[in-house]
Protein backbone atom coordinates (compact mmCIF):
# COMPACT_ATOMS: atom_id res chain seq x y z
CA UNK A 1 0.00 0.00 0.00
CA UNK A 2 1.54 3.44 -1.16
CA UNK A 3 2.01 6.02 1.87
CA UNK A 4 0.27 9.20 1.54
CA UNK A 5 0.76 12.21 3.86
CA UNK A 6 -2.55 13.43 4.19
CA UNK A 7 -5.06 15.55 7.29
CA UNK A 8 -7.48 12.98 6.65
CA UNK A 9 -5.22 10.15 8.63
CA UNK A 10 -5.51 12.20 12.05
CA UNK A 11 -9.10 12.00 11.26
CA UNK A 12 -9.39 8.95 11.18
CA UNK A 13 -7.05 8.00 13.97
CA UNK A 14 -9.21 10.28 15.94
CA UNK A 15 -12.20 7.98 15.71
CA UNK A 16 -10.44 4.98 15.93
CA UNK A 17 -8.95 6.01 19.32
CA UNK A 18 -12.55 6.93 20.26
CA UNK A 19 -13.85 4.10 19.90
CA UNK A 20 -11.23 2.37 22.70
CA UNK A 21 -14.17 2.16 25.27
CA UNK A 22 -16.75 1.04 23.30
CA UNK A 23 -14.50 -1.75 22.07
CA UNK A 24 -13.36 -2.33 25.53
CA UNK A 25 -16.97 -2.79 26.72
CA UNK A 26 -18.58 -5.09 24.32
CA UNK A 27 -14.42 -7.30 24.38
CA UNK A 28 -15.30 -10.74 24.95
CA UNK A 29 -19.11 -10.99 24.89
CA UNK A 30 -21.77 -12.04 22.15
CA UNK A 31 -23.41 -10.01 19.59
CA UNK A 32 -25.96 -11.71 17.76
CA UNK A 33 -26.30 -10.05 14.39
CA UNK A 34 -29.63 -10.39 12.41
CA UNK A 35 -29.48 -9.73 8.88
CA UNK A 36 -32.58 -9.39 7.52
CA UNK A 37 -34.29 -10.68 3.91
CA UNK A 38 -34.61 -7.20 3.00
CA UNK A 39 -31.45 -5.60 4.45
CA UNK A 40 -29.38 -8.41 1.96
CA UNK A 41 -30.77 -5.65 -1.06
CA UNK A 42 -27.72 -6.90 -2.79
CA UNK A 43 -24.16 -8.22 -3.37
CA UNK A 44 -22.57 -4.60 -2.38
CA UNK A 45 -24.84 -4.14 1.12
CA UNK A 46 -23.33 -8.00 1.96
CA UNK A 47 -20.23 -7.37 0.80
CA UNK A 48 -20.10 -4.31 3.32
CA UNK A 49 -22.22 -5.64 6.01
CA UNK A 50 -19.73 -9.07 6.50
CA UNK A 51 -16.58 -6.47 6.42
CA UNK A 52 -17.88 -5.18 9.82
CA UNK A 53 -18.59 -8.78 11.15
CA UNK A 54 -15.35 -9.38 10.37
CA UNK A 55 -14.40 -6.30 11.92
CA UNK A 56 -15.99 -7.15 15.36
CA UNK A 57 -14.60 -10.73 15.84
CA UNK A 58 -11.46 -8.88 15.13
CA UNK A 59 -11.42 -6.44 17.98
CA UNK A 60 -12.37 -9.55 19.71
CA UNK A 61 -16.29 -9.48 20.22
CA UNK A 62 -17.82 -12.85 19.17
CA UNK A 63 -20.82 -12.21 16.98
CA UNK A 64 -23.09 -14.78 15.50
CA UNK A 65 -25.01 -13.93 12.63
CA UNK A 66 -28.73 -15.15 12.34
CA UNK A 67 -30.09 -14.46 8.69
CA UNK A 68 -33.60 -14.15 7.00
CA UNK A 69 -34.66 -14.33 3.36
CA UNK A 70 -38.36 -13.78 3.12
CA UNK A 71 -38.47 -11.63 0.42
CA UNK A 72 -36.40 -14.56 -1.33
CA UNK A 73 -38.29 -17.44 -0.40
CA UNK A 74 -41.64 -15.16 -1.86
CA UNK A 75 -40.09 -15.26 -5.24
CA UNK A 76 -39.16 -18.68 -5.58
CA UNK A 77 -42.39 -19.86 -4.20
CA UNK A 78 -43.68 -17.24 -7.18
CA UNK A 79 -41.59 -18.84 -9.80
CA UNK A 80 -42.99 -22.45 -8.48
CA UNK A 81 -46.73 -21.08 -8.67
CA UNK A 82 -47.46 -21.83 -5.11
CA UNK A 83 -49.30 -19.44 -3.39
CA UNK A 84 -48.34 -18.23 0.47
CA UNK A 85 -50.08 -16.00 3.15
CA UNK A 86 -48.72 -14.07 6.59
CA UNK A 87 -50.61 -14.15 9.79
CA UNK A 88 -49.51 -12.04 12.40
CA UNK A 89 -46.42 -11.30 10.58
CA UNK A 90 -45.45 -15.19 10.06
CA UNK A 91 -45.39 -17.26 6.99
CA UNK A 92 -48.30 -19.78 6.77
CA UNK A 93 -46.07 -22.99 5.98
CA UNK A 94 -47.63 -26.44 4.47
CA UNK A 95 -44.91 -29.26 4.03
CA UNK A 96 -44.22 -27.70 0.35
CA UNK A 97 -43.46 -24.29 1.43
CA UNK A 98 -40.96 -25.38 4.19
CA UNK A 99 -39.37 -27.50 2.48
CA UNK A 100 -38.76 -24.05 -0.14
CA UNK A 101 -38.13 -21.99 2.75
CA UNK A 102 -35.01 -24.65 3.71
CA UNK A 103 -33.82 -24.57 -0.02
CA UNK A 104 -33.64 -21.05 -0.16
CA UNK A 105 -32.59 -20.18 3.20
CA UNK A 106 -30.54 -22.69 4.30
CA UNK A 107 -29.04 -23.20 1.27
CA UNK A 108 -28.14 -20.09 -1.11
CA UNK A 109 -28.82 -17.87 1.54
CA UNK A 110 -26.72 -19.34 4.16
CA UNK A 111 -23.74 -19.90 1.57
CA UNK A 112 -23.86 -16.48 0.50
CA UNK A 113 -23.29 -14.95 3.74
CA UNK A 114 -21.12 -16.93 4.68
CA UNK A 115 -18.88 -16.48 1.54
CA UNK A 116 -18.77 -12.84 1.71
CA UNK A 117 -17.52 -13.30 5.23
CA UNK A 118 -14.66 -15.74 4.25
CA UNK A 119 -14.07 -13.15 1.52
CA UNK A 120 -13.46 -9.92 4.27
CA UNK A 121 -10.95 -11.99 5.82
CA UNK A 122 -13.06 -13.80 8.19
CA UNK A 123 -13.92 -17.85 8.63
CA UNK A 124 -17.74 -18.25 8.30
CA UNK A 125 -19.42 -21.68 9.11
CA UNK A 126 -23.44 -22.20 7.66
CA UNK A 127 -25.01 -23.64 9.96
CA UNK A 128 -29.35 -24.09 10.23
CA UNK A 129 -31.25 -24.26 13.12
CA UNK A 130 -31.15 -28.07 12.72
CA UNK A 131 -27.37 -28.57 13.18
CA UNK A 132 -26.40 -30.40 16.58
CA UNK A 133 -30.35 -29.85 17.97
CA UNK A 134 -29.53 -25.94 18.13
CA UNK A 135 -33.04 -25.17 17.71
CA UNK A 136 -36.06 -27.34 18.88
CA UNK A 137 -38.86 -26.83 16.73
CA UNK A 138 -42.69 -27.32 17.56
CA UNK A 139 -45.75 -26.01 15.89
CA UNK A 140 -47.11 -22.56 16.84
CA UNK A 141 -50.44 -24.17 16.12
CA UNK A 142 -52.42 -26.53 13.96
CA UNK A 143 -53.90 -23.95 11.31
CA UNK A 144 -50.65 -22.27 10.72
CA UNK A 145 -48.83 -26.07 9.65
CA UNK A 146 -45.25 -26.20 9.85
CA UNK A 147 -44.85 -22.88 10.88
CA UNK A 148 -42.68 -23.22 14.17
CA UNK A 149 -41.46 -21.91 16.92
CA UNK A 150 -38.89 -22.88 19.33
CA UNK A 151 -39.32 -24.61 22.68
CA UNK A 152 -35.58 -25.77 23.80
CA UNK A 153 -32.39 -24.60 22.67
CA UNK A 154 -28.80 -25.45 22.71
CA UNK A 155 -25.63 -23.38 22.27
CA UNK A 156 -22.74 -25.83 22.72
CA UNK A 157 -22.03 -25.87 18.92
CA UNK A 158 -22.00 -21.98 18.34
CA UNK A 159 -20.00 -21.69 21.44
CA UNK A 160 -17.25 -24.63 20.33
CA UNK A 161 -17.38 -22.61 16.87
CA UNK A 162 -16.85 -19.08 18.55
CA UNK A 163 -14.26 -19.90 21.11
CA UNK A 164 -11.67 -17.74 21.38
CA UNK A 165 -8.80 -20.23 20.04
CA UNK A 166 -11.38 -21.58 16.81
CA UNK A 167 -12.59 -18.03 16.02
CA UNK A 168 -15.01 -18.98 13.75
CA UNK A 169 -18.11 -16.96 12.81
CA UNK A 170 -21.45 -19.33 12.79
CA UNK A 171 -24.06 -17.98 10.07
CA UNK A 172 -27.30 -19.37 11.04
CA UNK A 173 -30.40 -20.26 9.18
CA UNK A 174 -33.34 -20.68 11.46
CA UNK A 175 -34.84 -23.66 9.30
CA UNK A 176 -34.90 -26.16 12.63
CA UNK A 177 -36.75 -29.65 13.47
CA UNK A 178 -38.91 -31.02 16.01
CA UNK A 179 -37.86 -34.33 17.76
CA UNK A 180 -38.88 -36.57 15.12
CA UNK A 181 -36.68 -34.31 12.23
CA UNK A 182 -40.31 -32.80 10.60
CA UNK A 183 -38.31 -29.19 9.38
CA UNK A 184 -40.20 -26.05 10.85
CA UNK A 185 -40.50 -22.37 8.93
CA UNK A 186 -39.01 -20.32 12.20
CA UNK A 187 -38.85 -16.56 11.95
CA UNK A 188 -35.44 -15.34 11.61
CA UNK A 189 -35.64 -12.90 14.35
CA UNK A 190 -37.49 -15.33 17.11
CA UNK A 191 -34.32 -17.51 16.28
CA UNK A 192 -32.08 -14.86 16.58
CA UNK A 193 -33.87 -13.74 19.86
CA UNK A 194 -33.65 -17.16 21.02
CA UNK A 195 -29.98 -17.62 20.87
CA UNK A 196 -29.12 -14.31 21.76
CA UNK A 197 -31.03 -15.08 24.86
CA UNK A 198 -28.91 -18.66 25.25
CA UNK A 199 -25.89 -16.82 24.90
CA UNK A 200 -26.35 -13.66 27.69
CA UNK A 201 -25.10 -11.70 24.31
CA UNK A 202 -24.72 -8.07 25.43
CA UNK A 203 -26.95 -7.11 21.84
CA UNK A 204 -29.25 -8.30 19.96
CA UNK A 205 -28.94 -6.29 16.23
CA UNK A 206 -31.64 -7.09 14.20
CA UNK A 207 -30.98 -5.50 11.03
CA UNK A 208 -33.81 -4.34 8.61
CA UNK A 209 -35.04 -2.36 5.98
CA UNK A 210 -36.51 0.60 7.93
CA UNK A 211 -34.41 3.40 10.10
CA UNK A 212 -35.69 1.54 13.82
CA UNK A 213 -39.55 1.50 14.91
CA UNK A 214 -41.81 4.73 14.11
CA UNK A 215 -44.55 6.01 15.79
CA UNK A 216 -47.71 6.72 14.05
CA UNK A 217 -46.14 10.34 12.28
CA UNK A 218 -43.67 8.38 11.11
CA UNK A 219 -40.63 9.51 13.63
CA UNK A 220 -38.39 6.78 15.31
CA UNK A 221 -38.76 6.14 18.54
CA UNK A 222 -34.54 6.15 19.98
CA UNK A 223 -35.61 4.35 23.35
CA UNK A 224 -38.04 2.08 24.21
CA UNK A 225 -38.44 0.03 27.18
CA UNK A 226 -40.15 -3.17 27.17
CA UNK A 227 -43.31 -1.83 28.37
CA UNK A 228 -43.49 1.11 25.41
CA UNK A 229 -42.65 -1.94 23.00
CA UNK A 230 -46.03 -4.25 24.30
CA UNK A 231 -47.85 -0.78 24.03
CA UNK A 232 -47.05 -0.15 20.53
CA UNK A 233 -47.98 -4.08 19.56
CA UNK A 234 -51.00 -3.86 21.50
CA UNK A 235 -52.07 -0.29 20.22
CA UNK A 236 -51.58 -1.40 16.66
CA UNK A 237 -48.84 1.05 15.80
CA UNK A 238 -46.38 -2.08 14.99
CA UNK A 239 -47.80 -3.78 12.05
CA UNK A 240 -46.58 -7.04 10.38
CA UNK A 241 -42.80 -7.68 10.40
CA UNK A 242 -42.27 -5.29 13.20
CA UNK A 243 -44.63 -7.31 15.83
CA UNK A 244 -42.33 -10.41 15.64
CA UNK A 245 -39.51 -7.89 15.93
CA UNK A 246 -40.85 -6.15 18.78
CA UNK A 247 -42.06 -9.45 20.53
CA UNK A 248 -38.40 -11.03 19.94
CA UNK A 249 -36.92 -8.05 21.46
CA UNK A 250 -38.97 -7.76 24.81
CA UNK A 251 -38.84 -11.58 25.08
CA UNK A 252 -34.51 -11.34 24.52
CA UNK A 253 -34.54 -8.50 26.99
CA UNK A 254 -36.66 -10.11 29.57
CA UNK A 255 -34.52 -13.24 28.91
CA UNK A 256 -31.10 -11.70 29.71
CA UNK A 257 -29.85 -9.98 26.61
CA UNK A 258 -28.71 -6.93 27.68
CA UNK A 259 -30.87 -4.70 24.71
CA UNK A 260 -31.68 -5.08 21.71
CA UNK A 261 -31.76 -2.35 18.54
CA UNK A 262 -33.70 -2.48 16.21
CA UNK A 263 -31.63 -0.58 13.13
CA UNK A 264 -31.47 -0.38 9.21
CA UNK A 265 -29.21 -2.34 7.43
CA UNK A 266 -29.59 -0.80 3.97
CA UNK A 267 -27.21 1.87 5.68
CA UNK A 268 -23.56 0.41 5.07
CA UNK A 269 -21.84 0.73 8.94
CA UNK A 270 -24.84 0.99 10.94
CA UNK A 271 -23.41 -2.20 13.46
CA UNK A 272 -20.28 -0.22 13.86
CA UNK A 273 -22.30 3.08 14.59
CA UNK A 274 -24.24 1.24 17.08
CA UNK A 275 -21.54 -0.25 18.89
CA UNK A 276 -18.45 1.79 18.69
CA UNK A 277 -19.65 5.15 18.79
CA UNK A 278 -22.41 7.49 21.27
CA UNK A 279 -24.26 8.51 18.61
CA UNK A 280 -26.68 5.22 18.19
CA UNK A 281 -28.21 3.92 15.42
CA UNK A 282 -32.13 2.87 15.28
CA UNK A 283 -34.18 1.75 18.01
CA UNK A 284 -32.60 0.73 21.42
CA UNK A 285 -34.58 -1.72 23.68
CA UNK A 286 -33.80 -2.51 27.27
N1 LIG B 1 -44.27 1.00 13.70
C1 LIG B 1 -43.45 0.55 12.74
N2 LIG B 1 -42.20 1.03 12.64
C2 LIG B 1 -41.36 0.59 11.68
N3 LIG B 1 -41.68 -0.37 10.77
C3 LIG B 1 -42.93 -0.91 10.83
C4 LIG B 1 -43.85 -0.48 11.82
N4 LIG B 1 -44.99 -1.20 11.64
C5 LIG B 1 -44.79 -2.00 10.59
N5 LIG B 1 -43.56 -1.86 10.10
C6 LIG B 1 -43.02 -2.59 8.94
O1 LIG B 1 -42.11 -3.59 9.38
C7 LIG B 1 -41.16 -3.79 8.34
C8 LIG B 1 -39.96 -4.56 8.87
O2 LIG B 1 -40.34 -5.93 9.05
P1 LIG B 1 -39.96 -7.03 7.93
O3 LIG B 1 -40.47 -6.59 6.58
O4 LIG B 1 -40.41 -8.36 8.43
O5 LIG B 1 -38.38 -6.90 7.93
P2 LIG B 1 -37.22 -7.98 7.72
O6 LIG B 1 -37.46 -8.63 6.40
O7 LIG B 1 -35.99 -7.15 7.78
O8 LIG B 1 -37.32 -8.95 8.88
C9 LIG B 1 -40.88 -2.38 7.89
O9 LIG B 1 -40.37 -2.31 6.57
C10 LIG B 1 -42.26 -1.70 7.97
O10 LIG B 1 -42.94 -1.77 6.74
C1 LIG C 1 -42.40 -18.26 9.83
C2 LIG C 1 -41.79 -17.22 8.95
O1 LIG C 1 -42.41 -16.19 8.69
N1 LIG C 1 -40.58 -17.48 8.47
C3 LIG C 1 -39.86 -16.56 7.62
C4 LIG C 1 -38.40 -16.99 7.62
C5 LIG C 1 -37.49 -16.01 6.93
C6 LIG C 1 -37.44 -14.66 7.63
O2 LIG C 1 -37.78 -14.49 8.78
O3 LIG C 1 -36.90 -13.72 6.82
P1 LIG C 1 -36.85 -12.11 7.06
O4 LIG C 1 -36.09 -11.90 8.32
O5 LIG C 1 -36.12 -11.64 5.85
O6 LIG C 1 -38.26 -11.61 7.14
C7 LIG C 1 -40.44 -16.59 6.18
O7 LIG C 1 -40.86 -17.64 5.71
O8 LIG C 1 -40.42 -15.53 5.53
Not at 59 to 79: A, D, F, K, N, T
Not at 87 to 107: P, Q
Not at 238 to 247: C, D, E, Q, R, V
Request: with cysteine; proline share 2%; hydrophobic share 45%.
Amino acid sequence: MQRRKNESGWTSAQVLSEALPFIQRHTGRWVVVKFGGHAMGSAELTAEFAKDVVLLRQCGLRPVVVHGGGPQIGSMLERLQIKTQFKDGLRVSDMETVGVAEMVLSGAINKSIVSAINVAGGKAVGISGRDARLITARAVNADLGFTGEPVATDVSLIETLAHKEAGFIPVISPISADDAGHGYNINADTAAGVIASALGASRLMLLTDIEGVMDNDGNLLTDLTCEDARGLISNGTAKGGMIPKLTTAIDAVEGGVEAVVILDGRRAHGLLVELFTDMGAGTLIR
